[in-house]
């Protein structure tokens, strides 16, 4: 069962900057019981409690009453007399001694004896100033249990690692806090470290239906990692009230609450990130990486669209070469933070104008290009990767040429007829050449030939100017070593006194 009351009393803020939490940069806290942020990604594991392996008891390895583990969370320090005990939501422990459970079924309570908060005087409380949500004063080496089986200085605490946090982003760890009831209300005393030592906080007693404390901490993590750690001493107090924690979250910054004011402590940072060099006529998306901001202004001179009011822009369309500025101004109600970057976006030149020519089946693109990509009819044509290609069937060509800056240029050609050859004489021979295309020799084959009569073989590249030519005795099938041509398509012709013939062959 779960139960929230959707109470707000009263909100309490602090700049917590002392040296032992330089990284913490406010801290807040509510008279409610409900969640400050909903929905949120929780970094943290089982952050209600739930699912220990008894329905109650100590989860202190050190204590004597020790049955059972809270997963994902681990008690350390205590002694054999630590009662610090999970409860479920009968929520009673020791026969009389309440309090509301806010998440889930379970909470834990932080059961630890007495301790001394300021002296060696158990009731001596003198020292605890109340600035507003925290608390400052306390002497070193408190406080301080006298019983070492109830740990010492070192107190009780529950605590958990989590992983994969961004160094220099702002994190907020957000947590329900109450105390045991037993019929007084003197407000307990506790500590968390987020990292960078104790911040000491308050808690009330809450019993069934009573409104306990909302905090929430934020903190710049400094590691990947950072443990998130609640310790007790112990009563402050013959009739002080001991810890109950429930419903832990740990979220970015970008999941608190916007109800939730910007912490005036903490400093704005503009920053970004995108693909910023690109091709003329694409767009590019940009990634915000600001920090403690709640709106944001941007401007893409030369870009289309030039202005944004979007906290990570997308199609940002950039049509013609040349080097273009970015500015962010990054804000919350009390300040600002501008960035500009200048020659940040990278437009690449245009590539090469591109363009088809045909010469018989052959379709010959503009030579110059890193790669090419033939498609017939829209699509694809695999394999066809060549600056020419030689049309195996009629229909619309085109091709997409690609530069060395990966930019893309294309051209096309309608209504190829294909099997057109060169023309010929009225009295033409009828050649096949194969393999075609062709390594290094071709057969070339005419059962027409008139054995013994001299033929001329002559080989054209694409602008027909001769490459390759020879006299040769006619005959049936004539091989032609053609490995010393560059790669590309050619025109091959065979005459003679009596007739001629042309076809085309590509090598290889």
Same mark, same amino acid.
């Given at each position: 069962?779960?139960?929230?009351?959707?109470?707000?009393?009263?909100?309490?803020?602090?700049?917590?900057?002392?040296?032992?939490?330089?990284?913490?940069?406010?801290?807040?806290?509510?008279?409610?019981?409900?969640?400050?942020?909903?929905?949120? &990604?929780?970094?943290?594991? *089982?952050?209600?409690?739930?699912?220990? #392996? /008894?329905?109650?008891?100590?989860?202190?390895?050190?204590?004597?009453?020790?049955?059972?583990?809270?997963?994902?969370? @681990?008690?350390?320090?205590?002694? @054999?007399?630590?009662?610090?005990?999970?409860?479920?939501?009968?929520?009673?422990?020791?026969?009389?001694?309440? #309090?509301?459970?806010?998440?889930?079924?379970?909470?834990?309570?932080?059961? *630890?004896?007495?301790?001394?908060?300021?002296?060696?005087?158990? #009731?001596?409380?003198?020292?605890?100033?109340?600035?507003?949500?925290?608390?400052?004063?306390?002497?070193?080496?408190?406080?301080?249990?006298?019983?070492?089986?109830?740990?010492?200085?070192?107190?009780? #605490?529950?605590?958990?690692?989590?992983?994969?946090?961004?160094?220099?982003?702002?994190?907020?760890?957000?947590?329900?806090?109450?105390?045991?009831?037993?019929?007084?209300?003197?407000?307990?005393?506790?500590?968390?470290?987020?990292?960078?030592?104790?911040?000491?906080?308050?808690?009330?007693?809450? &019993?069934?239906?009573?409104?306990?404390?909302?905090?929430?901490?934020?903190?710049?993590?400094?590691s990947t990692s950072h443990t998130i750690k609640f310790t007790n001493w112990g009563h402050i107090g013959n009739s002080a009230t001991e810890l109950v924690l429930d419903d832990v979250k740990l979220y970015t910054l970008a999941d608190l609450d916007t109800s939730v004011a910007p912490c005036v402590g903490a400093n704005i *940072?503009?920053?970004?990130?995108?693909?910023?060099?690109?091709?003329?006529?694409?767009?590019?998306?940009?990634?915000?990486?600001?920090?403690?901001?709640?709106?944001?202004?941007?401007?893409?001179?030369?870009? @289309?669209? +030039?202005?944004?009011?979007?906290?990570?822009?997308?199609?940002?369309?950039?049509?013609?070469?040349?080097?273009?500025?970015?500015?962010?101004?990054? +804000?919350?109600?009390? =300040?600002?933070?501008?960035?500009?970057?200048?020659?940040?976006?990278?437009?690449?030149?245009?590539?090469?104008? =591109?363009?088809?020519?045909?010469?018989?089946?052959?379709?010959? !693109?503009?030579?110059?290009?890193?790669?090419?990509?033939?498609?017939?009819?829209?699509?694809?044509?695999?394999?066809?990767?060549?600056?020419?290609?030689? !049309?195996?069937?009629?229909?619309?060509?085109?091709?997409?040429?690609?530069?060395? *800056?990966?930019?893309?240029?294309?051209?096309?050609?309608?209504?190829?007829?294909?099997?057109?050859?060169?023309?010929?004489? +009225?009295?033409?021979?009828?050649?096949?050449?194969?393999? &075609?295309?062709?390594?290094?020799? /071709?057969?070339?084959?005419?059962?027409?030939?008139?054995?013994?009569?001299?033929?001329?073989?002559?080989?054209? &590249?694409?602008?027909?100017?001769?490459?390759?030519?020879?006299?040769?005795?006619?005959?049936?099938?004539?091989?032609?070593?053609?490995?010393?041509?560059?790669?590309?398509?050619?025109?091959?012709?065979?005459?003679?006194?009596?007739?001629?013939?042309?076809?085309?062959?590509?090598?290889?």
């Amino acid at each position: 069962m779960k139960k929230i009351l959707l109470v707000f009393i009263l909100q309490f803020s602090i700049f917590y900057l002392q040296s032992t939490s330089a990284q913490v940069v406010c801290i807040f806290c509510y008279d409610q019981n409900d969640s400050i942020s909903h929905g949120v &990604n929780n970094l943290l594991l *089982n952050g209600g409690f739930e699912a220990p #392996s /008894c329905t109650s008891g100590s989860f202190c390895p050190l204590s004597t009453y020790y049955m059972c583990d809270i997963p994902n969370w @681990t008690c350390t320090g205590g002694g @054999t007399s630590t009662y610090a005990q999970v409860f479920d939501v009968a929520g009673a422990w020791y026969g009389s001694f309440l #309090s509301e459970i806010i998440e889930g079924t379970y909470a834990v309570y932080m059961g *630890n004896f007495y301790c001394d908060a300021c002296s060696p005087n158990m #009731s001596d409380t003198s020292c605890l100033i109340n600035v507003d949500c925290t608390v400052t004063g306390i002497p070193a080496g408190y406080p301080f249990n006298p019983d070492p089986t109830y740990g010492g200085s070192t107190g009780v #605490s529950i605590e958990q690692t989590v992983n994969g946090l961004m160094p220099g982003n702002t994190y907020v760890l957000e947590f329900w806090a109450g105390g045991e009831y037993d019929g007084v209300t003197p407000l307990g005393l506790f500590a968390v470290d987020v990292g960078f030592g104790y911040t000491f906080l308050r808690d009330k007693a809450t &019993n069934i239906g009573d409104i306990g404390t909302r905090y929430i901490i934020e903190f710049n993590a400094v590691s990947t990692s950072h443990t998130i750690k609640f310790t007790n001493w112990g009563h402050i107090g013959n009739s002080a009230t001991e810890l109950v924690l429930d419903d832990v979250k740990l979220y970015t910054l970008a999941d608190l609450d916007t109800s939730v004011a910007p912490c005036v402590g903490a400093n704005i *940072n503009a920053l970004f990130n995108a693909p910023h060099h690109i091709c003329p006529g694409t767009c590019t998306n940009f990634t915000n990486l600001s920090t403690n901001a709640t709106s944001y202004q941007w401007a893409f001179p030369g870009a @289309t669209p +030039s202005v944004s009011t979007d906290a990570d822009p997308t199609n940002i369309c950039y049509n013609t070469p040349g080097n273009y500025a970015v500015t962010l101004i990054a +804000s919350n109600t009390t =300040q600002s933070d501008t960035l500009t970057l200048n020659n940040y976006i990278n437009v690449y030149p245009y590539p090469p104008p =591109q363009g088809i020519a045909q010469s018989g089946d052959t379709l010959i !693109a503009n030579q110059g290009a890193v790669s090419y990509q033939w498609y017939h009819g829209g699509n694809l044509i695999p394999g066809a990767t060549d600056y020419f290609y030689v !049309a195996t069937e009629g229909g619309d060509y085109n091709v997409v040429a690609t530069d060395a *800056n990966n930019c893309e240029v294309e051209a096309a050609i309608f209504d190829v007829v294909a099997g057109i050859g060169a023309a010929v004489s +009225s009295g033409s021979m009828q050649l096949k050449i194969y393999p &075609n295309p062709v390594a290094d020799k /071709c057969t070339i084959h005419n059962s027409q030939f008139t054995m013994g009569a001299a033929v001329t073989i002559t080989v054209f &590249n694409i602008l027909g100017v001769v490459v390759q030519s020879e006299l040769r005795n006619k005959k049936a099938e004539m091989s032609v070593d053609v490995s010393s041509l560059p790669s590309g398509a050619y025109w091959l012709e065979v005459s003679s006194d009596e007739k001629i013939g042309r076809t085309t062959f590509v090598k290889q």
